[in-house]
T-cell receptor, first 113, second 113 residues
Framework: EAQVTQNPRYLITVTGKKLTVTCSQN?????MSWYRQDPGLGLRQIYY???????DKGDVPEGYKVSRKEKRNFPLILESPSPNQTSLYFC????????????FGPGTRLTVT | DAKTTQPTSMDCAEGRAANLPCNHS???????VYWYRQIHSQGPQYIIH???NNETNEMASLIITEDRKSSTLILPHATLRDTAVYYC??????????????FGTGTRLTVIP
């Protein structure tokens, strides 16, 4: 089954404790991205990757890092999480940057206390 | 800079057609209309897209006015599983860089038994 998976689905952590949210897709997609969703603000893109070893900032990259060492994986790293990063995070993938259909993961609900 | 305007919420009786309107009066010639939906806190799901002709797939139909300033997503026989937030998005079909989808506030569709 074609899908995007994320782990963990739920995470409660404390300020400053480094964490990684994993994202994996099994569709051989070149393009992957991370979004965060906050009430009243919609989905906002954090980082995206056009292909392996090619990443770039989205609209709200501050406080986040990403890496793309393999085509299928695109982890989101929070080196020093803060409460304002409490949010619902989605990973997405598509064939390419112009693809009309993006496939989204199930989401990761992160709470930073 | 919202490019689309949608009603905040709508109700629809189960089994009836759900017609979700979207205004995009500033749409430019190279921009397509995309529809996604998000079932409560799940990842967004692509529904359909179009440029100027009406489109239909297994999920829905998309009717775009001749002047392209508005469109309507039609779910022909709404079921309880169609209860979700529906997002109308306009963006160029082909673009370099971020395949960024601007999700506004959308329309919350509630299908009533």
């Amino acid at each position: 089954e074609a899908q995007v998976t994320q782990n963990p689905r739920y995470l409660i952590t404390v300020t400053g404790k480094k964490l990684t949210v994993t994202c994996s897709q099994n569709m051989n997609h070149e393009y992957m991205s991370w979004y965060r969703q906050d009430p009243g603000l919609g989905l906002r893109q954090i980082y995206y990757s056009m292909n392996v070893e090619v990443t770039d900032k989205g609209d709200v990259p501050e406080g986040y890092k990403v890496s793309r060492k393999e085509k299928r994986n695109f982890p989101l790293i929070l080196e020093s999480p803060s409460p304002n990063q409490t949010s619902l995070y989605f990973c997405a993938s598509s064939i390419g940057p112009s693809s009309y259909e993006q496939y989204f993961g199930p989401g990761t609900r992160l709470t930073v206390t | 800079d919202a490019k689309t305007t949608q009603p905040t919420s709508m109700d629809c009786a189960e089994g009836r057609a759900a017609n979700l309107p979207c205004n995009h009066s500033t749409i430019s010639g190279n921009e397509y209309v995309y529809w996604y939906r998000q079932i409560h806190s799940q990842g967004p799901q692509y529904i359909i897209h179009g440029l100027k002709n009406n489109e239909t797939n297994e999920m829905a139909s998309l009717i775009i006015t001749e002047d392209r300033k508005s469109s309507t997503l039609i779910l022909p026989h709404a079921t309880l599983r169609d209860t979700a937030v529906y997002y109308c998005i306009v963006r160029p079909r082909y673009q370099t860089g971020a395949n960024n989808l601007f999700f506004g506030t959308g329309t919350r569709l509630t299908v009533i038994p």
